[in-house]
């Protein structure tokens, strides 16, 4: 365990993929949403690939595990979409707050769906941050904005995903998880992606690269913080993309969040710090993968 390099990872992981929504936004408007998915896709599927060799491990996965992949798979692939949309059609910021709220989501599945003990200080972290989508909503809960919709969904169908994988741990590695995912996910965006593939400008080309090396590098280091320290030590670092996207949309787009987004960042924050605090400061290993 090196706990000073799991936070480093972590940080570097989350500043990877609020870079990764950033360059998501600034291409999006001359390059097709499954476009930019299928680099994303691309790239994870040949890094996964390369780190499943490495570890000396097959592809193929045990025969008992394939249902749980499947639905693995099938949710992870649309919140990416989900996230994808969200980071095109939202202020960065609050799409960013939306996606944030899937860990606490995961937390209402495994007690819905599996029937597992959900602590009280994970309620309170779940009414927190739920009061913190609310601001990013809006006060008043309009569900107009299909964007909104879309960038709340995201969180559910990560949380789903995330739900399989910590039904398949210990009975699947984690780097087969995430290659089986990535490659799913290439050949589910192919037929996607041609009915509105362009061919990319120069710049364009530039984007898609960064689009694939930002989430590339934010899977690779979000896997190995989990691996080098405790969850509850690294988990909090998670939202340091909280703080960097409103910077960055400021920096790049021109965008000022308003109040509701900074309030609701502030009850996301502490819902994940109440939720993930306990006064011997242990929690269970995390099984956490990007969507």
Not at 8 to 21: D, K
Not at 24 to 31: F, L, N, P, Q
Not at 153 to 168: E, G, T
């Amino acid at each position: 365990m090196n706990k000073k390099r799991g936070i480093t990872y972590m940080i570097v992981a989350s500043t990877s993929f609020a870079l990764m929504g950033l360059t998501v936004r600034m291409s999006g408007g001359s390059i097709p949403i499954f476009e930019q998915l299928l680099s994303r896709n691309f790239f994870i599927a040949i890094l996964s690939f390369i780190l499943l060799k490495r570890a000396g491990l097959s592809i193929l996965p045990e025969k008992a595990n394939v249902k749980d992949l499947v639905f693995r798979c099938l949710f992870g692939f649309m919140g990416t979409v989900a996230v994808f949309y969200a980071n095109r059609n939202l202020l960065l910021a609050d799409a960013q707050l939306l996606q944030k709220l899937s860990p606490f989501l995961v937390a209402f599945f495994a007690w819905v769906l599996s029937k597992e003990r959900v602590s009280r200080r994970t309620m309170i972290g779940m009414l927190l941050a739920f009061t913190g989508a609310l601001f990013v909503i809006g006060p008043s809960g309009n569900f107009a904005n299909f964007a909104t919709f879309v960038g709340l969904s995201s969180a559910v169908f990560s949380a789903l995903a995330y739900s399989f994988i910590h039904k398949l741990a210990g009975r699947e590695p984690g780097l087969r998880i995430i290659f089986i995912f990535s490659l799913f996910s290439l050949f589910a965006t192919v037929p996607l992606a041609l009915p509105t593939l362009i061919m990319p400008t120069l710049k364009d080309i530039g984007m898609l690269f960064l689009i694939g090396t930002f989430a590339s590098g934010g899977q690779y280091f979000v896997t190995n913080a989990y691996q080098l320290a405790p969850a509850a030590q690294v988990a909090i670092f998670d939202y340091t993309g909280l703080i960097l996207s409103p910077l960055l949309g400021f920096l790049f787009l021109s965008e000022l969040p308003k109040w509701p987004t900074f309030v609701g960042a502030f009850f996301i924050i502490l819902g994940a710090w109440v939720s993930i605090e306990r006064s011997e400061g242990i929690l269970p290993p995390s099984n956490k993968q990007e969507e």
